[in-house]
């Protein structure tokens, strides 16, 4: 009963933090705009560069994350983002999450190429690569919170992934699911954060573009959401909030 409590008052907090917060900065959704443009450009020109190509791409897509999630972390550390966190959010964490991007190819490529028959063993209607798949979403799914909230080498943001998720899996994933759930409810199949960041649709219906824009602004809040949850999560255990909350009643 005390896990399903702290869960609840916690979650209860953040959530009226995050709606304020994310409506206070309802202009990030444009971003998703810029993005989309950046995305379209880079992709129609990088076959002119052949080999650099893959270099190029990686390098301009770790540019965008960079930059979302600088405005991101300045939306949870001050409440307000402006045109110089977003002209500087590109160089911010690029060569973090290049790393990250590098890192995660060579694992696949080097399982592709030594363990392809092995993985490729099915139970039932799953593969081993499913399962690997599942178990690197669920044990990295913290990564974006680990890369703008701790100032962690390369080998420890994935260190330090692993040991939060172990000790937060339930506080962190119950509220996880359910903006997951809520998510695909509101977007249906369009529920991708690739499409909403990268991929403005053609078409300028009116329809389209409020939809898109409700995409973007869920996929604000979800990620203002994991920020403050994770920033709590990290620096408190479930008996100091506890203890903190009776202090302050």
Same mark, same amino acid.
């Given at each position: 009963?005390?896990?399903?409590?702290?869960?609840?008052?916690?979650?209860?907090?953040?959530?009226?933090?995050?709606?304020?917060?994310?409506?206070?900065?309802?202009?990030?959704?444009?971003?998703?705009?810029?993005?989309?443009?950046?995305?379209?450009? +880079? @992709?129609?020109? &990088? %076959?002119? $560069?052949?080999?650099?190509?893959? =270099?190029?791409?990686?390098?301009?897509?770790?540019? #965008?994350?960079?930059?979302?999630?600088?405005?991101?972390?300045?939306?949870?550390?001050?409440?307000?983002?402006?045109?110089?966190?977003?002209?500087?959010?590109?160089?911010?964490?690029?060569?973090?999450?290049?790393?990250?991007?590098?890192?995660?190819?060579?694992?696949?490529?080097?399982?592709?190429?030594?363990?392809?028959?092995?993985?490729?063993?099915?139970?039932?209607?799953?593969?081993?690569?499913?399962?690997?798949?599942?178990?690197?979403?669920?044990?990295?799914?913290?990564?974006?919170?680990?890369?703008?909230?701790?100032?962690?080498?390369?080998?420890? +943001? @994935?260190?330090? &992934? %692993?040991? $939060?998720?172990?000790?937060?899996? =339930?506080?962190?994933?119950?509220?996880?699911?359910? #903006?997951?759930?809520?998510?695909?409810?509101?977007?249906?199949?369009?529920?991708?954060?690739?499409?909403?960041?990268?991929?403005?649709?053609?078409?300028?219906?009116?329809?389209?573009?409020?939809?898109?824009?409700?995409?973007?602004?869920?996929?604000?809040?979800?990620?203002?959401?994991?920020?403050?949850?994770?920033?709590?999560?990290?620096?408190?255990?479930?008996?100091?909030?506890?203890?903190?909350?009776?202090?302050?009643?």
């Amino acid at each position: 009963m005390n896990i399903l409590k702290d869960i609840y008052e916690t979650n209860k907090e953040i959530s009226k933090k995050a709606i304020d917060l994310t409506m206070k900065n309802w202009v990030i959704v444009f971003t998703g705009i810029i993005y989309s443009i950046i995305s379209i450009v +880079l @992709f129609r020109v &990088s %076959f002119l $560069f052949s080999i650099l190509a893959g =270099i190029i791409i990686t390098l301009v897509m770790s540019a #965008l994350l960079s930059n979302y999630l600088y405005l991101i972390e300045n939306i949870i550390s001050y409440g307000k983002i402006s045109l110089d966190d977003f002209k500087k959010g590109f160089q911010v964490y690029i060569w973090k999450i290049y790393g990250v991007m590098v890192v995660i190819w060579f694992v696949n490529y080097g399982a592709d190429l030594f363990l392809s028959p092995l993985l490729k063993l099915r139970i039932g209607f799953v593969t081993l690569w499913m399962v690997l798949y599942w178990m690197a979403f669920v044990l990295l799914n913290c990564l974006p919170e680990v890369i703008y909230q701790k100032h962690e080498d390369l080998r420890d +943001l @994935f260190q330090y &992934s %692993f040991s $939060f998720i172990k000790e937060n899996w =339930i506080d962190w994933f119950v509220p996880n699911i359910f #903006l997951g759930v809520l998510f695909y409810l509101v977007m249906g199949r369009s529920f991708t954060i690739s499409y909403l960041m990268t991929s403005l649709s053609l078409s300028l219906s009116i329809k389209s573009m409020v939809f898109y824009f409700i995409g973007q602004f869920l996929l604000s809040f979800t990620m203002v959401y994991r920020g403050l949850l994770f920033n709590l999560l990290s620096r408190t255990t479930r008996k100091k909030r506890v203890f903190k909350r009776n202090i302050y009643r």
